[in-house]
């Protein structure tokens, strides 16, 4: 079983708060109630992960619906596994990680997805971000606003 981290119920919760504000300043929506004391209890007992079986439906539910607005996949589409690569430079994901990446948990996805970012030596961490952040402005942009970035470029 797959573990999801602290800073991924940090961000579920932080999600569903810019996604179901308070009304009154003080009573959160069920969703961030439900993950607010998974992650009181994860402070308290000093864990840094929670089985993502063990976690409670409504809390786990909550988390699955902020992981679906996560991009699923690291890839940038310059795979060097595919050429005897053991860690692909672009992504950063290893062979197994790459090939078994369609049957992989949510949490499994997620603690990849933490532990690349941690090392951050993947091109998808460096010149391609800042290729990216020079064209649009942003770290990570939608596909189509690369694509009209290129097009006026190409012009």
């Known amino acids: ?22 009304s009154d300043g003080i009573t959160a929506c069920s969703e961030v109630r439900a993950l607010a004391e998974v992650y009181a209890l994860m402070v308290y007992y000093h864990d ?3 089985d993502e079986e063990t976690m409670p439906t409504q809390a786990r539910d909550a988390w699955l619906t902020w992981y ?5 996949a690291p890839c940038i589409a310059i795979c ?3 050429q005897g690569d053991n860690v692909c430079k672009g992504c950063g994901r290893t062979f197994d990680e790459v090939q078994h990446w369609p049957v992989m948990t949510p949490a499994e996805k997620r603690a990849t997805w933490r532990r690349i970012t941690m090392e951050a030596t993947a091109w998808r961490f460096n010149r391609y971000a800042e290729r990216a952040r020079e064209a649009t402005g942003v770290d990570h942009p939608p596909a189509e606003t690369l694509a009209k970035a290129g097009s006026k470029g190409a012009a």
């Open 1 to 22: 079983m797959a573990a999801i981290h602290i800073t991924d119920i940090e961000s579920a919760i932080n999600w569903w708060r810019d996604r179901r504000p308070s």
């Open 68 to 72: 679906a607005s996560t991009p699923d």
């Open 48 to 50: 840094s992960t929670r």
């Open 80 to 82: 060097s596994t595919s």
